[in-house]
């Protein structure tokens, strides 16, 4: 049925543009939290040789 | 706090783009196009679940201004400028949607008798101050207060520009439009139902993370100072 | 209570000696209803418009008194030695907001009867002529949420490193729904519809931020 109605070319277009848009965003969205892991984790280690020090 | 915080980035980030490839979907190509308004009442699906999302994270930021005020705890201080942060982000996206759905369905671009439409520009505005005042004092406990009773006065506002937009169309012009809403099928529904939860996810995913960034800011500067600090006094 | 008169009665003392705002605010004023003719030159203006601008002038008139009235405090150190004093800090607002609310009727004083003058008794006069005692009721309202409010905000932008920049941003965005609901009530009362609700709405608002301002002031007061 989906597939049917696939039909109309502009809204084909502007539906697919969107659905990038929003997956990049998403994505984006991932690689920050994913960076933000990553620096929390080296801070730890930072204190930790901080104190041991 | 870091590691509930931490899954639910991890569960909710796919989920919102799973969510929002899905509500694209239906959006575009399976719900029925609007009688009245044409295809451009499908911004509604996307223009909606932003403004709600805004109005949910400035009253996100007004309760941790309360709990800051009640037990001084920097983090609520920071939750609380995150929240109003996050608020005025969807927000501005409630600016840019709104006028190009107003112009489509309406031929205008604003109406100044649409009561969404300006108590939303209020309290946009109201909150947008926020930031002046809080860049303009030094970090510390003097500025979280300061914000926290702003953020606070603002929640106000709401109401208050409810009632005041109101007044100033309804007694005599009568209401054009109800935007859709009493006539909305469940496919229609449907569709705004799963693009809200997409948003809506997307939107506490990008809370969490600035939160957390804002946080790992913190500690990287009190680092930078220990270690300074123990530099310093290292060698005596 | 007594802690408010006295500090209310301390700053009229203060205004007395050296009549800085009084004089700036009335002044500004009389300014903004020439302007607000420069604005509009309409042979026939409107009383909604012409109340609504001179609403406008008023509000912005608050901004004089709310970007002075807490600087003394914070440049000469007093506000260290008023918050160590044994007065609730609430009062140290109140009397603020009731100097700000003294210096907003004096403006008006001044501004209602040069209303009058150019604009109902000149050549070009609004149309209808106003219900002066409504008139004069509606500013007074106005006036207790402009007081209540903009007091806060002098405190808010005093502690700010860019005090006279923070005082509007800050201040203008929540009066919109004061002048609105405002210009509502003489909308109605020139259309002869009820004033129930504009004016319950003003009193609402009145009510609410001076509840606010009056729970967070002491909050904000801070050395």
């Known amino acids: 049925m989906i597939v049917a109605a696939i039909s109309s070319s502009a809204l084909k277009y502007l539906g697919v543009a969107f659905a990038i848009v929003w997956g990049l965003t998403v994505l984006y969205v991932w690689i920050l939290a994913a960076k933000v892991r ?5 801070v730890v280690e930072a204190e930790r040789t901080l104190d041991s020090r | 706090m870091t590691m509930t915080s931490d899954r639910l980035i991890r569960v909710l980030c796919p989920v919102a783009g799973v969510l929002l490839a899905v509500a694209m979907v239906l959006i575009f190509f399976w719900v029925p196009t609007d009688a009245d308004q044409g295809i451009s009442q ?34 609520d201080d920071m939750r609380s400028y995150v929240g109003v942060h996050a608020g005025v982000t969807w927000g501005t996206l409630v600016m840019l949607t709104g006028p190009i759905w107003a112009k489509k369905s309406w031929g205008v671009w604003w109406r100044w008798d649409d009561q969404q439409l300006n108590t939303f520009l209020i309290i946009f505005l109201f909150y947008c101050a926020y930031f002046m005042l809080r860049f303009s004092l030094d970090a510390g406990p003097r500025r979280a207060a300061l914000s ?29 439009f109800d935007n859709g809403s009493s006539a909305m099928e469940g496919s229609m529904w449907l569709t705004f139902l799963v693009s809200l939860a997409g948003v809506l996810s997307l939107a506490i995913v990008l809370y969490l993370v600035e939160l957390r960034g804002k946080l790992l800011a913190q500690r990287i500067d009190r680092l930078v100072r220990r270690s300074r600090g123990e530099e310093l006094l290292g060698p005596a | 209570m007594s802690a408010v008169w006295l500090l209310f009665r301390n700053e009229l003392r203060l205004e007395r000696r050296a009549p800085q705002l009084v ?42 008194a709310a970007a002075r009235v807490f600087t003394a405090e914070r440049e000469d150190g007093l506000l260290d030695l008023l ?37 109902v008794g000149s050549s070009q006069p609004v149309t209808p002529s106003p219900d002066y005692p409504l008139l004069a009721l509606l500013l007074l309202l106005a006036d207790l949420g ?78």
Do not use: N
């Open chain 1, 38 to 42: 990553r620096l929390e984790q080296q």
């Open chain 2, 42 to 75: 499908r911004i509604f699906y996307l223009h909606v679940p932003v403004a709600i999302c805004s109005y949910l994270f400035l009253g996100v930021g007004a309760v941790y201004a309360v709990r800051y005020l009640r037990g001084r705890d920097p983090l």
């Open chain 2, 148 to 176: 926290a009773a702003y953020a606070i006065f603002g929640i106000a506002m709401v109401p208050l520009s409810i009632v005041a937009v109101h007044l100033s169309q309804s007694l005599l012009h009568p209401q054009l």
């Open chain 3, 23 to 64: 004089l700036s605010m009335t002044l500004f004023a009389a300014i903004g209803l020439t302007l607000l003719h420069a604005a509009t030159q309409l042979a026939h203006p409107p009383l909604t418009l012409v109340v609504g601008l001179l609403v406008v002038t008023l509000v912005l008139a608050t901004l004089l």
């Open chain 3, 83 to 119: 918050l160590l004093a044994p007065i609730p800090r609430t009062a140290i607002w109140a009397a603020k907001a009731l100097a700000v609310l003294a210096l907003l009727i004096v403006t008006e004083l001044v501004a209602l009867p040069l209303f009058a003058l150019l604009y």
């Open chain 3, 146 to 223: 402009l007081a209540a409010f903009g007091s806060v905000v002098a405190i808010l932008a005093s502690a700010t490193r860019s005090r006279e920049l923070a005082v509007p941003i800050l201040f203008l965005p929540s009066t919109i729904p004061l002048v609105l609901s405002l210009v509502a009530c003489v909308r109605e009362s020139v259309a002869g519809g009820s004033l129930a609700q504009p004016l319950g709405s003003l009193l609402v608002y009145d009510a609410l931020v001076i509840v606010l301002a009056w729970g967070v002031c002491e909050f904000v007061l801070t050395e």
